[in-house]
T-cell receptor, first 112, second 114 residues
Framework: KQEVTQIPAALSVPEGENLVLNCSFT??????LQWFRQDPGKGLTSLLL?????REQTSGRLNASLDKSSGRSTLYIAASQPGDSATYLC???????????FGAGTILRVKS | NAGVTQTPKFQVLKTGQSMTLQCAQD?????MSWYRQDPGMGLRLIHY???????DQGEVPNGYNVSRSTTEDFPLRLLSAAPSQTSVYFC?????????????FGPGTRLTVL
């Protein structure tokens, strides 16, 4: 059974810091990996999707890497801002990407 | 496009009552799914569908029914609500195009069962 773990569970940093969120998974037979952002009381917003054959994806200040063989992914946020405060969820897709297995998330607080 | 829509946003039920959570998407996605989110846990898959007329169970299907009569709609039915079904429910849809399959989520339904 696929299990996804996110470390740390919570993180508080001063504005401007670069930070790394970690995600690990137990079964390397994934279709892709997605990072989501969730604001309190809201739905999920997709940030980055990395296909199983890719090593990394970038969008603005965000960079996500994938090492499928070791079962790890990292989300790098450069020059963090208070608006980045949210819960960040990692999810691996089994089969054709329809069945997602989620981690419990990392709660990020960026202090101004 | 409205994307993925869910109704209602909030609902309070008494134990034993039944209800249907509605989900609709206007992106012509083949795949639709229902997840529940509980405090301190990641989202867990309840049921999913790969197209009209085809549904299958996810990780936590007990107590829920689904059907998919159209591409656009994927309702989730609670037959006899229990306090353990208090949760936030998210509907998602996705397409498969060139192997890139991004999931789009609705805003969620917050359900409380008393």
């Amino acid at each position: 059974k696929q299990e996804v773990t996110q470390i740390p569970a919570a993180l508080s940093v001063p504005e401007g810091e670069n930070l790394v969120l970690n995600c690990s998974f137990t079964d390397s037979a994934i279709y892709n990996l997605q990072w989501f952002r969730q604001d309190p009381g809201k739905g999920l917003t997709s940030l980055l999707l990395i296909q199983s054959s890719q090593r990394e994806q970038t969008s603005g200040r965000l960079n996500a890497s994938l090492d499928k063989s070791s079962g790890r992914s990292t989300l790098y946020i450069a020059a963090s801002q208070p608006g980045d405060s949210a819960t960040y969820l990692c999810a691996v897709a089994m089969e054709y990407g329809n069945k997602l297995v989620f981690g419990a998330g990392t709660i990020l607080r960026v202090k101004s | 496009n409205a994307g993925v829509t869910q109704t209602p946003k909030f609902q309070v039920l008494k134990t034993g009552q039944s209800m249907t959570l509605q989900c609709a998407q206007d992106m012509n996605h083949e795949y639709m799914s229902w997840y529940r989110q509980d405090p301190g846990m990641g989202l867990r898959l309840i049921h999913y569908s790969v197209g009209a007329g085809i549904t299958d169970q996810g990780e936590v299907p007990n107590g829920y029914n689904v059907s998919r009569s159209t591409t656009e709609d994927f309702p989730l039915r609670l037959l006899s609500a229990a306090p353990s079904q208090t949760s936030v429910y998210f509907c998602a849809s996705s397409y498969k195009r060139g192997g890139y399959n991004e999931q789009f989520f609705g805003p969620g339904t917050r359900l409380t069962v008393l």
